[in-house]
C-alpha cells in the first residue's frame, strides 16, 4: 500500500520561510516523478513544483520561481519543498504526489499517488 504523508507546514508571517516534508512508504521516490501542488478555499488545485527522478531536473510555477525549491533525500525517501518569501496568497493546503512517468506534468488526474496534505497560513 503506498503512502505519502506530508509534514512541515504552519502559520508563518509574510517573508518568512517553512520547509515542506513528504516521506513515502509502498514506492521509492527515486524511481517516480514527484511534485508538490496546493489548493486554496474555493480555488482549484495548482501545480507548485517537480522534480525528476535524477533529482537534478525541477520544474516550478512562476510564482514558486525564485521562492520555492524542491528537493529530494533517497536515503530517507522524502520530498522537500523549501518555501522562502512567503506571501499571503500562498495560503493553501500544500500535496506532494508522485507519477510514474518521466515526464513533468501540471495537471492533478496525470499523478497516481497523493499524500492528505499539510496546511500553509501566511499572516499579512
Known amino acids: 500500500q503506498v503512502q505519502l504523508v506530508e509534514s512541515g507546514g504552519g502559520l508563518v508571517e509574510t517573508g518568512g520561510s517553512l520547509r515542506l516534508s513528504c516521506t513515502a512508504s509502498?514506492?521509492?521516490?527515486?524511481?517516480?516523478?514527484e511534485g508538490w501542488f496546493r489548493q486554496a478555499p474555493g480555488k482549484e488545485r495548482e501545480f507548485v513544483a517537480g522534480l525528476g527522478r535524477s533529482s537534478v531536473a525541477t520544474f516550478y510555477a512562476d510564482f514558486a520561481k525564485d521562492r520555492f525549491t524542491v528537493s529530494r533525500d533517497n536515503a530517507q525517501n522524502t520530498v522537500y519543498l523549501q518555501m522562502n518569501s512567503l506571501k499571503p496568497e500562498d495560503t493553501a493546503t500544500y500535496y506532494c504526489?508522485?507519477?510514474?512517468?518521466?515526464?513533468?506534468?501540471?495537471?492533478?488526474?496525470?499523478?497516481?499517488?497523493w499524500g492528505r496534505g499539510t496546511q500553509v497560513t501566511v499572516s499579512s
Open positions: 504526489t508522485a507519477r510514474a512517468g518521466t515526464q513533468f506534468r501540471t495537471r492533478p488526474d496525470e499523478y497516481e499517488f
Open positions: 509502498g514506492i521509492t521516490f527515486s524511481k517516480y516523478t
